[in-house]
């Protein structure tokens, strides 16, 4: 999945702040990158609220965005050099400098970049892509990855080397060993196997169908 740089030129004001989460909103649907909406959303409206409090309404911008290995970059360039982002505590009763401790509480890590014309405040978000422009995994995923090499593992009990990386074919027939041990489980606490298995397959469509629905909102909302 290509995942290409973009920016976009704006003028710093409050109106502009939900055109921009809109924006940002339908490029994470279409990277495939939905989970990150919310964060990615939050740092855009506090990066250019910064702008709009520290550099003044009505001040020339331009957003960027692009990914960096494994992590969702987010860029907000301004041509004042001075006007510096400044952090306190989210729960102190002062506002100057909650919304970049709200970007500090939900990024991987942020900065800002000094060049001779402007001032780039930045923040990155990890994305759970196994590189740029593979696919993000989604948290069910994440778990059963770790299932083949328990089953390796166990299959070795006397110790011996460490596993071996598996093969595709290998992985596909440790799995199917790890579903009939639940269905043997499930047996055995008076659960009948056909009708778990109905039930997992239910709610894997629902799932996906979920997931599937996500884009569609979030092209909807734009």
Known sequence: MPRKPWDIDFTAEPAEVAALRRIMRLHLGVWGLHHLVDEAQLCVSELVSNVITHVGSGTPATLAVSLENKHLRIEVHDPDTRALPTLRDADTDAEEGRGMALVDAVTDRWGVLLCPDRKITWCELATRLDKADGH?????????????????????????????????????????????????????????????????QMRFEVETAAHAGCYEASASDC
């Open 136 to 200: 993000a995994q989604a948290s069910s995923v994440m778990r059963a990855e770790t299932l083949p090499a328990h089953y390796a593992v166990a299959e070795r009990p006397h110790g011996g080397a460490g596993v071996s990386r598996l093969t595709s074919t290998v992985r596909e027939e440790t799995v199917i060993a790890a579903i009939t041990d639940f269905l043997h489980w499930f047996r055995a606490h008076g659960r009948d196997a056909d009708d778990m298995l109905d039930r997992a």
